[in-house]
Nanobody
Framework: QVQVVESGGGLVQTGGSLRLSCTAS????????AAWYRQAPGKTRDWVAS???????AFADSAKGRFTISRDGAKNTVYLQMNNLKPEDTAVYYC??????????????WGEGTQVTVSS
């Protein structure tokens, strides 16, 4: 049974930093890569960052220059380091793991999310 668990969210002031973690069992980030998404209240779930199997990374324009994504293979954990946080970064952040679904941009496994709140 696959489990994807996010952690590290919380309340931070504008300009602060947080590091989100995503740990998976039953699937391998080293084999499939991973992505982070976020969803603010009343809005769609938006892509934030991706980490490919070979190590290539990609970021949404809103995250470029402020966020980094990395992987610890030994721990099968993916991290999202978020710096210089802004109130508009407030959202529930979701980790997306496993193989990409057919005819979709999404991987097949999701965590339950971790709340990030940035106060002004």
């Amino acid at each position: 049974q696959v489990q994807v668990v996010e952690s590290g969210g919380g309340l931070v002031q504008t300009g602060g930093s947080l590091r989100l973690s995503c740990t998976a069992s039953g699937t391998s980030f080293g084999r499939y890569g991973a992505a982070w998404y976020r969803q603010a209240p009343g809005k769609t779930r938006d892509w934030v960052a991706s980490l490919a199997v070979g190590g290539a990374t990609a970021f949404a324009d809103s995250a470029k220059g402020r966020f980094t994504i990395s992987r610890d293979g030994a721990k099968n954990t993916v991290y999202l380091q978020m710096n210089n946080l802004k109130p508009e970064d407030t959202a529930v952040y979701y980790c997306n793991a496993g193989p990409v679904e057919r005819n979709s941009d999404y991987r097949i496994y999701w965590g339950e999310g971790t709340q990030v709140t940035v106060s002004s």
